[in-house]
């Protein structure tokens, strides 16, 4: 969008306090026009959706309200009461939050306002959440878990008694799923503490942006939204796709074929941030970096399966731009600035047109800078995959899923939620609930059925009386039954599926875990891979090679192995389904051999074989190939619709 900077310090001066003023002018900027329409609408006491492209200072514009009255607020007096916390700001990942804290903290400092800022994470100690409990900070940076636990302890009600602000980053990517379910009933839970509550929403480009302003607000009565400011510009991102001279093998996802490729592409770049789908492909790529690391350039791991304590260093050496390259999966694609990252190098298809705008804008993350990436297909079909990724990205599609009614799992558990904090009125709690959008049409009925749910079990556990969650007493409340149920919640709380894992621990070799156990902790592996395993394998894991040496007090024992042999562990979150839009133009592509001539030429032989062997179907076809081998015919389906649909096709066929 193109700025009047004369009109944009106009507005400054009628909104902005003079320290700001200074910091703006001291750094040879001017505010641009939407932070000061975003700082205008909250001070009018609007609710706002900011929507606008990587480096448009959107995080300034969302912390401004907050900032600038604190600025205002006059300090504590001595005796008075600690006040609660005054913003709390929600991201989807643990890490963006960390950059927030960091990046915040800089403006903050500079401007001279005496603000206090924390990060609240699964990654912060027990000792500072409940240091934060009984002194809050002003400004909190948290995650959707977290608040569902704050909203679930008996004191929510006096924690959150002066809250002002609550500012939802990448708002886009929370709404889609059950984790903006439950984040959408703590909103509306909040609202009930503090009816003059001001929700501020940063996004990316969506489809719909009627439905995240209703998302925003309350829905009684229904229909409300939020004020909308929307920020269009920005300069288009230089996407290529690797044309390999090495041979592209027909199937697979490591993509080793272009190891030496990528490192030439490290070298010619200042910081090169290389995604991929899994975490899988990201300890098997480090590895395979690592061995044509001839001039042995900083390069770094980051994923969510390793130690808190590892990612944090990776995430410091990345803002002091002490690394040349980072391997990451999606727990570094959203809103964050790390460093002077130039370059994204995506492995693997990014299987959605809107995950790739997300983690290509980590590179140049600045609005009038084009973000540099090459997409690494694993195998000649991701070949397809990237070059419909391409296309919709040049075209400004969108795919991101419509949003849905809210799910009635995610409502059970915020019952049992609610009813841990303090005990409810099932009247209450059900016109609360429908002010949050996604269950704006629930009807009585159902509610009942779910808080009968909770209390019972259901009708197959009703008769057990461990399964009776909540109780319904005299006084017309509902209760939890007994403390161990509010215990067993706050550590279960959440929609995230977690499977079994166990700690990775170093111990000298041949031990068994019988000895030296004062070894660091490198993180998490899933239980199931490691039931596979027996002493003396080998596999990979935190960028290195390790030899298993045991289990023992759930803790697999391990240490430092030679040799490259090693298995790679497998994470059951691993499978990204590929989105509508991208499957429907792949299946163009295949129809249409006219567009085959935008594909590496041994792409368009691969098609042609397949042409010339059996059939590529038409848009609206299912392929469908037999064969036998040995004693026996073989079925294989092609619905080419991802992971999702061809898992339920799988499901009915047997």
């Known amino acids: 969008m193109t700025e009047q900077p004369r009109l944009a310090e106009q507005n400054a001066a009628a909104h902005l306090p003079e320290p700001f003023l200074k910091w703006f002018a001291e750094k040879g900027w001017s505010p641009r026009a939407h932070q000061i329409e975003l700082l205008a609408t909250a001070q009018a006491g609007q609710s706002v959706l900011l929507i606008a492209p990587t480096g448009a200072g959107k995080t300034l514009a969302g912390f401004l309200p907050s900032l600038t009255e604190l600025a205002g607020r006059p300090g504590r007096r001595p005796g008075q009461a600690r006040r609660g916390i005054h913003t709390l700001y929600i991201s989807p990942l643990k890490a963006l939050a960390v950059d927030i804290e960091r990046n915040l903290g800089k403006p903050v400092e500079e401007i001279g306002l005496s603000v206090t800022i924390e990060t609240r994470t699964g990654d912060t100690p027990a000792h500072k959440r409940q240091r934060q409990k009984l ?101 288009k991102p230089e996407i290529s796709i690797l044309d390999s001279e090495e041979h592209v093998p027909w199937a697979g996802h490591s993509a080793r074929y272009a190891t030496p490729e990528i490192y030439n592409e490290i070298k010619r770049h200042r910081t090169t941030l290389l995604f991929v789908n899994t975490r899988s492909q990201a300890e098997l790529l480090f590895q395979e970096l690592w061995r044509v690391n001839d001039d042995t350039l900083p390069i770094a791991l980051h994923h969510g399966s390793l130690d808190v304590a590892q990612r944090r260093r990776v995430e410091k050496a990345m803002g002091e731009n002490a690394l040349r390259a980072i391997v990451a999966t999606s727990t570094l694609d959203l809103g964050i600035d790390w460093g002077d990252v130039d ?268 042409a010339d062997k059996s059939v590529l179907p038409k848009r609206d076809d299912l392929l469908i190939e037999t064969f036998p081998r040995g004693n026996r015919h073989y079925l294989v389906a092609y619905p080419f619709e991802g992971r999702l649909a061809h898992q339920t096709l799988g499901m009915l066929l047997t």
Not at 166 to 177: F, I, R
Not at 220 to 226: E, H, L, Q, T
Not at 531 to 559: P, Q, W, Y
């Open 135 to 235: 002194a809050p900070p002003e400004i909190l940076l948290t995650t959707p878990e977290q608040l569902a636990l704050l909203i679930a302890a008996p004191d929510a009600r006096r924690f959150f008694e002066d809250l002002r602000y609550v500012v939802l980053d990448e708002l886009h990517s929370l709404v889609t799923s059950k984790r903006g379910h439950l984040l959408s009933l703590g909103l509306a839970r909040l609202r009930s503490f503090v009816p003059g509550l001001q929700t501020i929403g940063l996004s990316a480009t969506v489809a719909e942006p009627d439905e995240l302003r209703r998302w925003l607000v309350s829905q009684n009565p229904p229909g409300g939204m939020a004020e909308l400011i929307v920020v269009t510009g920005g300069a």
């Open 343 to 610: 370059l994204v190098v995506h492995v693997g298809a990014p299987k959605g047109a809107s995950r790739l705008a997300q983690r290509i804008g980590r590179a140049n993350h600045r609005m009038d800078e084009p973000s540099k990436a090459i997409l690494i297909p694993a195998n000649r079909f991701e070949v397809l995959e990237c070059r419909a990724a391409l296309d919709a990205n040049y075209l400004g599609a969108q795919d991101t899923p419509p949003l849905v009614d809210g799910g009635l799992d995610v409502l059970a558990q915020h019952v049992l939620g609610c009813a841990c904090g303090a005990p409810f009125h099932a009247d209450a709690l059900f016109e609360e609930v429908r002010t949050a959008a996604p269950y704006a049409e629930l009807d009585r009925p159902t509610f009942d059925r779910v808080v009968d749910f909770v209390a019972t079990g259901g009708y197959a556990l009703k008769n057990y009386e461990r399964y009776a969650r909540i109780r319904l007493t005299k006084d017309g409340l509902w209760r939890v039954s007994n403390p161990r149920i509010a215990q067993q919640y706050r550590l279960n709380v959440g929609t995230i599926i977690e499977v079994p894992a166990l700690n990775v621990r170093y111990v000298k070799a041949g031990s068994k875990g019988s000895a030296s156990r004062g070894g660091r902790v490198l993180g998490k592996i899933e239980e199931a891979f490691l039931e596979t395993l027996t002493h003396g394998d080998t596999f990979m894991f935190a960028g290195k090679v390790l030899r298993f040496e045991g289990i023992r007090d759930n803790e697999c024992f391990v240490s430092n192995a030679p040799g490259s042999d090693a298995k790679v562990p497998y994470y059951g979150g691993g499978k990204f389904p590929l989105s509508t839009y991208l499957a429907e133009q792949v299946r163009i592509m295949l129809d249409d051999p006219q567009r085959w001539k935008k594909l590496p030429e041994q792409v368009a032989d691969w098609l042609r074989f397949q």
